[in-house]
T-cell receptor
Framework: NAGVTQTPKFRVLKTGQSMTLLCAQD?????MYWYRQDPGMGLRLIHY???????AKGEVPDGYNVSRLKKQNFLLGLESAAPSQTSVYFC???????????FGPGTRLTVT | SQQGEEDPQALSIQEGENATMNCSYK?????LQWYRQNSGRGLVHLIL?????REKHSGRLRVTLDTSKKSSSLLITASRAADTASYFC??????????FGPGTRLSVLP
């Protein structure tokens, strides 16, 4: 039982490049979330999903896209990376919307 | 969405002492959750307290909730060096997004 895993752990991009972050959970959770955390700040919600095939915008969705083609996977895409997207990205999942969230270990992304 | 505001921003205590951190929020909630984040790691859920509960315990952790004052507190008793981490509260109301505040950075000195 791995919980929530994220791939990759680290990535460096040049401005304008694209990439996809993968989140996988093996707990059969309906809800999945993508957050970003900047130094000295709390987590801000980018997008979330309430089930397979559904996604919704969070607090800071601009510049990101997501997809949930399979229940266990939640992908976060950056189509044209910008230095402002340098951050640590965390994925989380939960059984129900108001419930305990299980977090992945994070992906540290640097955009130069 | 509403953000919990943790207080203090930073706290240093000696091993064995108790640590108390507070969370304030602005609107009504259905529940409030506390999380811990060790440096460079993901958040770990500690306790969920519902709006109709006033106190909850889990091991050395005690959480209180005062909905009239829109505040919650997290008490860690007999602190250990391993408790060194950032602690976040997340007040939640149905239909809103989770928003995590900047957290309280706790340092437990040996």
């Amino acid at each position: 039982n791995a919980g929530v895993t994220q791939t990759p752990k680290f990535r460096v991009l040049k401005t304008g490049q694209s990439m996809t972050l993968l989140c996988a959970q093996d707990m059969n959770h309906e809800y999945m979330y993508w957050y970003r955390q900047d130094p000295g700040m709390g987590l801000r919600l980018i997008h979330y999903s309430v089930g397979e095939g559904t996604t919704a915008k969070g607090e800071v969705p601009d510049g990101y896209n997501v997809s949930r083609l399979k229940k266990q996977n939640f992908l976060l895409g950056l189509e044209s990376a910008a230095p402002s997207q340098t951050s640590v990205y965390f994925c989380a999942s939960s059984y129900y919307l108001a419930g305990e969230q299980y977090f992945g270990p994070g992906t540290r992304l640097t955009v130069t | 969405s509403q953000q919990g505001e943790e207080d203090p921003q930073a706290l240093s205590i000696q091993e064995g002492e108790n640590a108390t951190m507070n969370c304030s929020y602005k609107t009504s909630i259905n529940n409030l959750q506390w999380y811990r984040q060790n440096s460079g790691r993901g958040l770990v859920h500690l306790i969920l307290i519902r709006s109709n509960e006033r106190e909850k315990h889990s091991g050395r952790l005690r959480v209180t909730l005062d909905t009239s004052k829109k505040s919650s507190s997290l008490l860690i008793t007999a602190s250990r060096a391993a408790d060194t981490a950032s602690y976040f509260c997340a007040p939640y109301n149905y239909g809103q997004n989770f928003v995590f505040g900047p957290g309280t950075r706790l340092s437990v000195l040996p």
